[in-house]
């Protein structure tokens, strides 16, 4: 996964100098998670219940969840606002996750088959920017988010300390596209992978 600990990008320990990446967001889904308690640094644990999915109206718990909290998310007490301990927001946290390659990948269809997958948790404070850039892509541009390179990056916020940013850097070769393509039917059960 990538890290936006801090505030700062980071991917396997190493910090991301400019706090920027190129990237090709091959797939996105949605992600629940609820952490009961509060969160302690010392002691990071998985979610007791997360799902997954691409529409908001048929996310369940998934089966590997150590405590479902109930038969859907629509339903759950915790997936309301003013359920969180602090603040008026929701207890379980509703992000996003997205499968990407590095946007230097994108050379020809060999690099893209076998460039690294990584992964992001986009968290809560940055899903509205994320969902902004791709309505943006779709409606001016009528592309999906792996058709073009992404640059994302962090910057400090006043509210939540830090916000995920999503730029569009360049388009995509359209030959390259089929490959991506691939990548994407390889990758649409895999990025909903359990904790």
């Known amino acids: 996964f990538l890290s936006f600990k801090g505030g700062r990008l980071s991917y396997q320990g190493n910090v991301i100098k400019g706090d920027e990446l190129d990237v090709i967001v091959v797939d996105s889904v949605l992600e629940n998670c609820y952490y009961p308690g509060t969160y302690d640094s010392d002691n990071p644990a998985p979610p007791v219940c997360?799902?997954?999915g691409r529409d908001e109206k048929t996310l369940a718990?998934?089966?590997d969840s150590s405590e479902p909290q109930c038969v859907s998310c629509a339903d759950c007490q915790w997936n309301k606002y003013e359920s969180a301990e602090v603040?008026?927001?929701?207890?379980?946290k509703n992000v996003r996750r997205l499968a990407l390659i590095p946007g230097d990948a994108a050379t020809d269809a060999e690099a893209v088959g076998a460039a690294e997958m990584a992964f992001a948790k986009i968290p809560v404070t940055s899903v509205k920017?994320?969902?902004?850039?791709v309505r943006g892509l779709s409606t001016l541009e009528k592309k999906?988010?792996?058709a073009v390179i992404t640059t994302i990056g962090v910057v400090p916020d006043d509210k939540s300390q830090f916000k995920v940013t999503f730029n569009k850097a360049d388009n995509v070769d359209p030959e390259m596209l089929p490959a991506l393509l691939d990548r994407f039917d390889a990758v649409k059960t895999e990025i909903m992978f359990p904790y």
Request: charged letters at 10%; a positive charge.
């Open 144 to 146: 999906p988010p792996l």
């Open 50 to 52: 997360y799902a997954f």
């Open 87 to 92: 603040g008026r927001g929701k207890a379980c």
């Open 129 to 133: 920017g994320w969902a902004t850039y």
């Open 61 to 63: 718990p998934h089966p």
